[in-house]
């Protein structure tokens, strides 16, 4: 059931003749296209196991931070031989073949309500700190990528989420403001990117494993089903 904050809808989006003019849609990709956040743990997990470092201690930590950042801070504090970069693409590269191998599914719902925005003429986007080379792979394993004109990827950007710069880059893309698009989030650190980009943001819940440590109070609306976020988007302000 979609739930709005504050019991309202966001006061922000334009109306013309009673109708919202969205122009496009901007989803973050892990936790909102796919279940993609248990893969993350477990490739992390793995690599740093294959370091001779401590899981417990060191992998919390990388909760809400880009994984640059996280590989950055575990690659000075033990002083790896690896760079940040080659660690980032390490565990990419261990999502990709988990995902590969366990055919890795898009959220239910997702494909319809893609559909129902094409129909609407609404461009759909991918705004992620991920890599553009692992988020095209995940759109091609879940068989998404035929789906998003405009992909905005961590490596193309100076500064991942929480700073907007891919959002801001998606909007660029997609030749829309903010007053006539939405974001789709499942993190608290995602949705503080949309915020700062001056988006309508969605919280999407549908995921149990990464909904049970997210608050998302900054999100407008939260929903736990992709069902619901085209009529969601467009009873905004009615």
Not at 111 to 129: F, H, M, N, P, Q
Not at 216 to 234: G, H, K, N, Q
Request: proline content about 3%; glycine content about 10%.
């Amino acid at each position: 059931t979609a739930r709005s904050s504050g019991g309202r809808w966001a006061p922000r989006q334009r109306e013309i003749c009673g109708e919202v003019m969205i122009g496009a849609v901007i989803f973050d990709m892990d936790g909102v296209l796919a279940d993609t956040e248990p893969l993350h743990a477990r490739a992390r997990n793995q690599l740093l196991t294959e370091l001779g470092l401590d899981v417990e201690v060191i992998s919390p930590q990388a909760i809400g931070r880009g994984k640059r950042d996280f590989w950055s801070d575990v690659a000075r504090g033990y002083g790896l031989r690896a760079t940040a970069d080659e660690l980032t693409k390490r565990e990419f590269s261990l999502i990709i073949d988990l995902a590969q191998k366990e055919r890795l599914c898009a959220a239910d719902g997702l494909k319809d309500a893609l559909e129902a925005l094409r129909e609407k003429g609404v461009t759909a986007a991918v705004a992620s700190s991920s890599d553009r080379d692992y988020v095209e792979k995940i759109l091609e394993i879940t068989g998404l990528h035929g789906y998003f004109g405009v992909l905005a990827c961590g490596d193309e950007v100076a500064a991942a989420k929480p700073a907007p710069d891919v959002y801001r880059r998606a909007m660029e893309h997609c030749g829309v403001n903010a007053e006539n698009a939405a974001a789709v989030e499942d993190s608290d650190t995602g949705a503080r990117a949309a915020k700062a980009a001056g988006l309508f943001c969605v919280g999407f819940q549908g995921f149990s494993a990464a909904a049970s440590c997210q608050k998302l109070a900054l999100c407008d609306v939260t929903i736990e089903r992709m069902s619901e976020l085209v009529p969601v988007l467009f009873q905004i302000g009615r």
